[in-house]
């Protein structure tokens, strides 16, 4: 069962729509682009043929809908500011915020490679459909801003600079670790707490 998403800015999907955006995600992991349709993903979910077309008529569509979910999903594996659990400033001290994006990274590389894989996919093809790219880069603002927010309370003099950087670093460890030469020996949590902390304390001692 899928984790109850944080920080939410899509609208609910039903649960057809959602069986069939995860459905989509999960052929995406598994075949590649060239291995999502809309049969297959009928044929994925035991769905009656014609079920995905119904709902998302045109591949545009069915990615977008792939984007949304993808989004949905990640909201309850990434966003730092569920992890801390808390709106008081002072819980975004370098040590928590290391200690939340250790475990949002960890959580991902141990349960969710999968999911990754799908977002690598969705990434690169938008890089070749403009109405995808939009929708995909509206979905990244929901992290990218609470990265921002937390960054800013545990002391950044330049919060928008450094959120760059940090997304960056989480981006790359993730990559490394699911698709790169580190994905065989992914790094234990403590091992990226000790990581995170280094790139925290070398962008807020200046």
Sequence with gaps: MH???????????APRQRLIADTALDLLAE?????LTHRAVD???ELPQGSTSNLARTRAALLEAA???LADREAA???PDALLGAADPRAAAPAALAD???RALHRYLSHHRGLLVARYELALEATRRPELREVYDRAGRTFREPVVALLTAAGSTAPERHALALVAWCDGVLFSCVAGQFHAAPPTRDALRASCAEVL??????
Excluded: T
């Excluded at 998403?5 to 899509?10: A, E, H, L, T, Y």
């Excluded at 304390?201 to 200046?206: E, F, P, Q, S, V």
């Design 43 to 45: 044929e994925a979910a």
């Design 100 to 102: 939340a994006l250790a």
């Design 31 to 35: 075949r590649g682009m060239r291995g």
């Design 3 to 13: 984790e109850r998403p944080q920080g939410r800015r899509f609208p609910r999907p």
């Design 77 to 79: 594996v990434l966003a």
């Design 67 to 69: 984007v949304r979910r």
């Design 201 to 206: 304390d070398g962008m807020l001692r200046n």
